[in-house]
């Protein structure tokens, strides 16, 4: 099965290190990351969920719940998560999937058999409240994610489902942002009281909103 932008986020009842969980119920209300690896006991992989661990803060501020996933068994699950402390310095601090059916990575596309017959990439998808796919990144098994770019990834989405905004390439919150063409100069300027400024008729940027305490753009 394929799962892709806009499409509603596959539902599945998993067993995880932190017990039984109903994907959409485990959302509720919640954006959601749900990523997966391809082993336990894996270098790269022992880096990755350690930093997940440590920008759990991060995640919960944006109101994301992360979830991992791995076609191996919980027990490996919970011997892997003690190095994983011991190794990255971290608790662990979110539930990771043991997928042994392979019913998540089915659902969700994550096994790629010209690469491994059995074992997940690693696929990254964020889901929004509304339970739809929102991103989709595939990474290879030797290069381990980049989790800032994942957070500011949903940083971008989250302002952009509340203006009418797009954000330019390597923007950062806080950096100005760039007026959607389907909105006119006419109410850009009384959509984006800090200024427009208009580079091409299709390319006016403004000040991201409720970061600009005075306008500055000239
Ligand atoms: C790793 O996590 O280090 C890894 C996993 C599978 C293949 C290659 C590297």
Not at 4 to 33: C, I, K, M, Y
């Amino acid at each position: 099965m394929t799962a892709r932008l806009g499409d509603t986020a596959p539902n599945f009842t998993a067993q995880t290190t932190e017990g039984e969980v109903d994907f959409h119920q485990w959302l509720g209300d919640s954006w959601g990351v749900l990523f997966s690896h391809p082993a336990d006991f894996t270098p790269v992989c022992t880096t990755e969920l350690g930093r997940v661990a440590k920008l759990k803060g991060e995640f919960t501020k944006r109101n994301v719940k992360v979830l991992a996933v791995s076609v191996d068994p919980l027990e490996s699950h919970h011997r892997w998560i003690k190095d994983i402390n011991e190794t990255q310095a971290c608790t662990v601090n979110f539930p990771i999937i043991a997928d042994a059916d392979r019913k998540v990575a089915a659902a969700y596309d994550m096994i790629h058999p010209n690469v491994d017959s059995t074992a997940t990439v690693r696929s990254v998808f964020i889901i929004g409240p509304d339970k739809k796919i929102k991103l989709t990144i595939t990474y290879p098994a030797s290069t381990g994610r980049n989790f800032e770019e994942i957070l500011r990834i949903i940083d971008s989405l989250q302002l952009t489902v509340k203006h009418k905004l797009a954000t330019p390439a390597d923007w950062k919150d806080g950096q100005d942002c760039i007026v959607v063409t389907a909105v006119s100069d006419a109410d850009a300027v009384k959509l984006f009281p800090h200024g427009v400024r208009k580079i091409k008729p299709y390319l006016r940027y403004t000040p991201q909103p409720n970061r600009q305490a005075t306008p500055v753009l000239a």
